[in-house]
């Protein structure tokens, strides 16, 4: 009688760790394809949506290789609009272009210097992520 008492909690303990192991994994349909093709348009580009004393010259510096867009895209999570915009830190200085994902899809990309990205894609959706692992030597220390 306690085993069948026990059984119940044993299974819950062992989905809770299991579920607690996973938690840093994004749900399947947050991941995107792998990035198959990344056309960097603008490396150092400074974006005046937001209100900061730095001087265009300073973002000169904020460059991403191609091969910085696929680590980034490959680390990001998702994240809301809302945290994009309003919660996370953020950079004028940004870097941006364009990719094709291993599935086919096209997109625009945005990357800042805080980490923060934004993958336009050609169905109309807007992506929304950001990359505290990312160690590009572009972006600000963490």
Request: proline fraction near 8%; aromatic fraction near 6%.
């Amino acid at each position: 009688m306690v085993k069948v008492r026990l059984l119940p909690a044993v299974v819950l303990i062992a989905t809770t760790l299991a579920g607690a192991a996973g938690a840093g994994e994004p749900h399947p349909q947050h991941r995107l394809p792998p990035v198959a093709e990344v056309e960097v348009l603008h490396n150092g580009a400074r974006s005046e949506a937001i209100s900061s004393d730095l001087k265009p010259a300073a973002c000169a510096d904020f460059a991403l290789a191609p091969d910085d867009v696929r680590a980034y895209f490959r680390q990001a999570r998702r994240t809301t609009e809302r945290q994009f915009t309003h919660d996370l830190e953020m950079s004028p200085c940004h870097a941006h272009g364009r990719l094709v994902l291993a599935d086919g899809q096209r997109g625009d990309w945005f990357i800042d210097r805080e980490r923060r990205g934004r993958l336009g894609l050609g169905d109309g959706r807007t992506l929304f992520f950001h990359c505290p692992a990312c160690r590009a030597p572009a972006f600000d220390p963490p």
